[in-house]
Structures are given as C-alpha cells and as structure tokens.
C-alpha cells in the first residue's frame, strides 16, 4: 500500500473494505514474471543491478521479481535485493505521526549500479521521492529505475515509473490494496 | 510524549518503542552518510549548566544526525556569568524559536522549572542527585543489545549510590523492565530511605559478584561530596573497586559497565577496562542512537500513539 493509504488503514485509521478485485493471484504472478523479463531486458542482465523494495508494501514484490531474475539468469548468479524505509525522509513528517515500520537493509554499496525501487502502489510519488533521497545516503547509483504493480495516477510529483504491472485508473477517494494474493480497489470506512 | 524529565515519565511500551527506534537509527549511523533528514528546521538547544563531555556530545552529534539545528550555550561564556538568572535565559533561548532544550544544572528539578516556564520540549541530562533518564535509556539498550534481554538479569550497582543520579534513573528503568538490582556501597555512600528503594542492599561485594549478569560501576563523585565519606579513595578502591582480582569471579558473559567519567584505578582497575566484557564504548555509541530516537520522538513524530 502507497504510505498515503497506509495511513487511513489501521492502525492509523479506518477499515479497509474491498469492492472489486481487479487482478487476480495468477494475474499477479503473470506481471511479476514480465516485469522482472522487463528489467533484465533494459538492463542487458542483471549485472549490477541491485532490487530495492520500499517497506513495507514493496518488499514482497521485490522478493518476487528478484527470484524470477535468479531463476533466468541461471543459478549461479547473486542478485543483491534489499528493503528501504523511508519515514525519516518523508516531506510530511512534522504533519503527522510517522514511525519507520521495519528496518532498512541496503546489503551492498550502491556507487555505480543500477538501482530497482520496488513498491507496490504508485499514487502520489511522493514515498519514492523519499526513497530517492534515502538512496543518496548509501551512495551514487549509475541509474535508478522504478518497478509498481499498480500505478493509479494522482501524481504530486514528477515522477514516472519504469516498469508498470497494471494501469489503474482511480479516484482520489478509492483504495487500492495490493499483495501477492491479489489487487482490490475499494473504500476505508470509518 | 511532551518531555523527557524522569524515567517516571515512560511506560515500558514507551521504552520499548525508544530501543525499536534506536535500532533504526543505530543502522542509520553505519551508512556511508549517517544523516537523516527528518528533524530539518528544528532547533535545539543544549543547556548545560554543568560541565559534561560525552552527555553533550552525544546530544548534538544525535541532533545533527537528524539534520535539526543545535545551539549550545555553557556557563562560562553566557550572560548567566554576568548573573543573568536561569528564568531569564530560559526566556531569551525560547525567544529565538527553539524547538527543544536540553538542560543539565547540578540542582535536582531544574528541568522541570524550565519544562514548567516555556513551552517548548524539554530533555532531562542530568539534574543534581535527581535523574538522568537517558543514560538510564542507552544502559538498558546496552543491556538488551548484549544479552538479549533486561528481564530476571540481575545488576550490582556498585558504589557512590548517594550522589548518583545515574543510579536513581538506572534502578527504576531496571525495575521498570523487570530486572533484579543489588545496590553495594559503603553505607555512608547509601540513599537515604533506601530501604523503600525495589532493590536489595548488600555489603559483600565479593560474593555477590559470582552470580550477577552485570556489574554497574559508579563514579566517585567527590565534586559532590561535602562531607568525609570515605577514608581515603586508596581504601574505597581496596574494599569496594573492581580489581582484576574481583573481575576474574565475574561469570562468562557477565558485562562490566560505567556511565563514564572512570576514575581509572579507582572504581575499576585499568586492566578490567580493556577486557572484551567491558561495555563503557558500547554504552557511549548507543547513547547516540537513544538521544536520536529520544529526539525524534519528542520533535519528529508527536503525537504518534494517537
């Protein structure tokens, strides 16, 4: 879930209730499959590319597209896959209560390599402006692309993904809600 | 969280959610560029009426990690010099748009005057005999860091108990997170009331050192000292220091820590200092890392129970 709509499910705020399921388990595996044929392509392989999933959405589609990576480059090769948290670079900070949810594990120095933010939801752009910003502290990346299983429009920021699992056309007040089990848009309720 | 006055002010899930925090900060400070942005534009100001090394330090290399502005301030080249009264200069720092204050003074209650005069966010590093919750904080971080746990651990206190407002913080933190406190001092250097205090007192410091899990040194603070408490500092260390001698009863794991200034050769041998169970570095990088998140809680994330 984007940090946005984090906030309105608990423990923040209200329930989350799901109206439609737009993709499905297999339609999610489908899209992890290509996304990570995606990247492999624009990249000419793997080679230092790194996978970065934003916690805590995104580190599950991370863990997935990195195993697809592995399992087509072939086994011998070690595709580095960490977790970024972003609270301490958020721009919303003194607007509301904000903790960091999970540790932030970057497992190499990132000088030079290509660097893959994952998240699950892509809304407002402004988490993977943090993420940016958090990037610069572990070093200078040759690139950075990003890979969201869903991209619902909203953009704050100019900010533009890379790698795209579904167009999600969306109102402001909708939710979307994505895991590996499937993508739901709904409404919180209070 | 509004101030940082007493370990009385924290719930157990209040330190628990300080140590969880630490540990993100404590990663942060091991990055290529420990600096975060998340306390930009806040100022604060450390108040040290009192001398202090590594507690103001480690509050501005704490603040400055979190990108927030520091102003320092000490006795000897302020107006306070020229008389100026505390209230006053409290009144001045707030004026310039302070966002915290952390004020040490050598009279119990201070912090809690200022935290009372302005309303701005106020940390407690240290007030007379009274507290010093921080330390309290980043020796329980130490603790669990190394083993595991503060609960059923059981730490001697050992020494000037008195004039130690380490002690008072430090006993009611291990308390407060269920750990089992032996206070051993000459009894001139015991509280008074102590017998009120959850802990138990002994006298035997060598056969209470075999079966504790840490032993908590404490400086001699003849600064604070009015009257002849002790001998002579050669006798204390004789009866009541940690030799090598005593070390060796220590058993395997049992950590040696020390809110630091070490009196070296006095409350701890030079020997017993360099061993690999001995935590005072330890203790002094966590400091950091509990200042930040103490930090971040009181300016950066207010209101985040809610």
């Given at each position: 879930?984007?940090?946005?709509?984090?906030?309105?499910?608990?423990?923040?705020?209200?329930?989350?209730?799901?109206?439609?399921?737009?993709?499905?388990?297999?339609?999610?595996?489908?899209?992890?499959?290509?996304?990570?044929?995606?990247?492999?392509?624009?990249?000419?392989?793997?080679?230092?590319?790194?996978?970065?999933?934003?916690?805590?959405?995104?580190?599950?589609?991370?863990?997935?597209?990195?195993?697809?990576?592995?399992?087509?480059?072939?086994?011998?090769?070690?595709?580095?896959?960490?977790?970024?948290?972003?609270?301490?670079?958020?721009?919303?900070?003194?607007?509301?209560?904000?903790?960091?949810?999970?540790?932030?594990?970057?497992?190499?120095?990132?000088?030079?390599?290509?660097?893959?933010?994952?998240?699950?939801?892509?809304?407002?752009?402004?988490?993977?402006?943090?993420?940016?910003?958090?990037?610069?502290?572990?070093?200078?990346?040759?690139?950075?692309?990003?890979?969201?299983?869903?991209?619902?429009?909203?953009?704050?920021?100019?900010?533009?993904?890379?790698?795209?699992?579904?167009?999600?056309?969306?109102?402001?007040?909708?939710?979307?809600?994505?895991?590996?089990?499937?993508?739901?848009?709904?409404?919180?309720?209070? | 969280?509004?101030?940082?006055?007493?370990?009385?002010?924290?719930?157990?899930?209040?330190?628990?959610?300080?140590?969880?925090?630490?540990?993100?900060?404590?990663?942060?400070?091991?990055?290529?560029?420990?600096?975060?942005?998340?306390?930009?534009?806040?100022?604060?100001?450390?108040?040290?009426?009192?001398?202090?090394?590594?507690?103001?330090?480690?509050f501005e290399a704490a603040a400055r990690r979190l990108s927030?502005?520091?102003?320092?301030?000490?006795?000897?080249?302020?107006?306070?010099?020229?008389?100026?009264?505390?209230?006053?200069?409290?009144?001045?720092?707030?004026?310039?748009?302070?966002?915290?204050?952390?004020?040490?003074?050598?009279?119990?209650g201070v912090p809690q005057q200022v935290a009372a005069w302005?309303?701005?966010?106020?940390?407690?590093?240290?007030?007379?005999?009274?507290?010093?919750?921080?330390?309290?904080?980043?020796?329980?971080?130490?603790?669990?860091?190394?083993?595991?746990?503060?609960?059923?651990?059981?730490?001697?206190?050992?020494?000037?108990?008195?004039?130690?407002?380490?002690?008072?913080?430090?006993?009611?933190?291990?308390?407060?997170?269920?750990?089992?406190?032996?206070?051993?001092?000459?009894?001139?250097?015991?509280?008074?009331?102590?017998?009120?205090?959850?802990?138990?007192?002994?006298?035997?410091?060598?056969?209470?050192?075999?079966?504790?899990?840490?032993?908590?040194?404490?400086?001699?603070?003849?600064?604070?000292?009015?009257?002849?408490?002790?001998?002579?500092?050669?006798?204390?260390?004789?009866?009541?220091?940690?030799?090598?001698?005593?070390?060796?009863?220590?058993?395997?794991?049992?950590l040696v820590m020390h809110p630091g200034p070490v009196n070296?050769?006095?409350?701890?041998?030079?020997?017993?200092?360099?061993?690999?169970?001995?935590?005072?570095?330890?203790?002094?990088?966590?400091?950091?890392?509990?200042?930040?998140?103490?930090?971040?809680?009181?300016?950066?994330?207010?209101?985040?129970?809610?």
């Amino acid at each position: 879930m984007a940090e946005r709509e984090r906030r309105r499910t608990p423990p923040y705020g209200g329930v989350f209730v799901a109206r439609t399921r737009v993709m499905q388990e297999e339609d999610i595996k489908r899209a992890t499959w290509r996304m990570a044929h995606e990247i492999m392509e624009r990249n000419h392989g793997s080679d230092q590319v790194v996978i970065v999933g934003l916690q805590t959405g995104g580190v599950w589609l991370a863990e997935d597209i990195a195993a697809v990576m592995v399992e087509i480059a072939g086994s011998g090769c070690s595709l580095p896959c960490g977790t970024l948290d972003v609270a301490f670079y958020r721009d919303d900070i003194s607007l509301r209560p904000l903790l960091p949810e999970a540790p932030t594990h970057i497992p190499v120095n990132l000088d030079g390599q290509v660097v893959v933010i994952v998240d699950d939801v892509l809304y407002t752009g402004r988490t993977i402006r943090a993420a940016l910003d958090a990037l610069n502290s572990y070093g200078r990346p040759r690139a950075v692309q990003l890979a969201v299983m869903v991209d619902r429009g909203h953009r704050e920021l100019p900010i533009r993904p890379d790698f795209v699992g579904k167009n999600l056309p969306t109102r402001q007040d909708e939710m979307v809600n994505a895991t590996r089990q499937g993508v739901d848009i709904g409404e919180v309720c209070k | 969280m509004r101030h940082l006055l007493s370990v009385d002010d924290l719930s157990v899930q209040d330190m628990e959610r300080v140590f969880s925090l630490s540990d993100h900060f404590t990663e942060v400070s091991q990055r290529p560029i420990p600096k975060v942005p998340a306390l930009r534009g806040k100022t604060v100001a450390m108040m040290f009426f009192e001398d202090s090394t590594r507690t103001r330090l480690s509050f501005e290399a704490a603040a400055r990690r979190l990108s927030a502005d520091v102003m320092c301030f000490s006795v000897s080249t302020s107006a306070v010099s020229k008389g100026e009264s505390l209230r006053d200069t409290v009144a001045t720092l707030s004026a310039m748009g302070t966002h915290a204050m952390v004020v040490r003074h050598r009279s119990a209650g201070v912090p809690q005057q200022v935290a009372a005069w302005s309303d701005v966010s106020v940390v407690n590093a240290g007030d007379g005999w009274h507290e010093h919750p921080t330390q309290a904080l980043l020796d329980c971080y130490t603790i669990r860091d190394r083993l595991g746990t503060v609960a059923d651990r059981h730490i001697v206190i050992l020494g000037d108990v008195k004039h130690s407002r380490v002690a008072r913080s430090c006993v009611k933190a291990f308390v407060a997170l269920d750990a089992k406190v032996t206070l051993v001092a000459p009894a001139t250097l015991l509280p008074p009331a102590v017998e009120t205090w959850p802990v138990d007192v002994s006298f035997e410091l060598d056969s209470v050192l075999s079966d504790c899990d840490v032993v908590y040194g404490l400086r001699v603070q003849t600064e604070r000292q009015t009257q002849a408490l002790l001998p002579s500092l050669r006798e204390y260390t004789a009866q009541w220091g940690l030799t090598v001698q005593r070390a060796n009863c220590l058993g395997v794991g049992a950590l040696v820590m020390h809110p630091g200034p070490v009196n070296r050769g006095v409350e701890i041998a030079p020997e017993v200092l360099d061993r690999p169970n001995t935590v005072l570095n330890e203790q002094v990088r966590h400091g950091v890392s509990i200042r930040m998140a103490v930090l971040y809680l009181l300016l950066g994330a207010e209101g985040a129970e809610s």
